[in-house]
């Protein structure tokens, strides 16, 4: 079985609090006229050469809230440090989801984008990717996105949530299961290459590995992107993997 799409979602949050089908992004709301700061970014780049950006993600506050949400997702992926040291490295911001800025005189900036950090405990590390979304009116918000080395931006990651909690749900897992986790998800491998896209230009056919974690039980998934010749973006393909060996526990 395999299952295909593109399909725009905003959804709900399954499981204990990892699987995140759809942070309810409002742009207008996030956004907000700065009054002598910066002015909106909406690139990745903007943010990070930003003296405001970089001194916010720099500070003990900020670090701190990363800490606590990888000893967190720690927990939820049964992958916790009993004893040592956890030291958290910032990576950086991935992705901008509503326009950024930092009005002056604020303690956080104000807008929603994907943060990535590493989390190194026990002689294993992973990479985490969180979602920050603030506005004014509410504080700043760091949630759960994903574990891994997965290459998925935050609009296809919406699009096949659906798709692959349909896959999940008919799984070997016990019926009255209500937890499902993405436990690892494995860099991406170029399948195909020149494959035709919109416009007459080509992509690649890229396929990265998930794993699933639902009530004990590990099952893996491909997730396949590859170039649309009638629409613009990506098109994507989740195929379940038989017998697939299970990552290691990082």
Same mark, same amino acid.
């Given at each position: ?24 992004? +409002?742009?207008?709301?996030? %956004?907000?006229?700065? %009054? ?31 800490? +606590? ?17 956890? %030291? ?37 590390? *992973? ?21 891994? +080395? ?30 499902? *986790? *993405? %436990? ?37 998934? +491909? ?28």
């Amino acid at each position: 079985m395999r299952i295909s799409g593109r399909l725009g979602f905003v959804g709900r949050l399954v499981g204990p609090c990892l699987l995140l089908f759809g942070v309810t992004i +409002d742009p207008a709301g996030a %956004q907000t006229t700065p %009054q002598h700061a910066d002015a909106m970014l909406s690139t990745p780049a903007q943010v990070m050469a930003s003296d405001h950006f970089m001194k916010f993600f720099a500070s003990h506050g900020f670090s701190k809230s990363l800490y +606590d949400l990888g000893v967190v997702w720690d927990v939820s992926r049964q992958a916790q440090c009993p004893h040592g040291q956890h %030291q958290v490295k910032p990576l950086g911001v991935s992705e901008v989801l509503a326009p950024l800025s930092f009005p002056e005189g604020a303690k956080a900036p104000v807008g929603v984008f994907v943060f990535g950090f590493s989390m190194r405990r026990c002689d294993r590390e *992973i990479t985490y990717k969180a979602i920050f979304a603030a506005s004014q009116e509410r504080p700043m918000q760091l949630q759960p996105w994903l574990p891994g +080395d997965s290459s998925i931006n935050f609009q296809l990651y919406r699009d096949a949530m659906p798709m692959l909690v349909a896959l999940a749900t008919g799984s070997a897992a016990p019926k009255d299961c209500k937890e499902l *986790i *993405i %436990q690892d998800t494995g860099k991406f491998e170029v399948v195909a290459r020149n494959m035709p896209a919109m416009g007459g230009a080509t992509g690649e056919l890229r396929r990265e590995r998930w794993w699933l974690r639902q009530c004990g039980m590990v099952s893996a998934v +491909d997730f396949e992107t590859y170039p649309n010749p009638n629409i613009p973006g990506l098109s994507f393909t989740l195929k379940p993997v038989k017998d697939a060996p299970q990552p290691p526990l990082r």
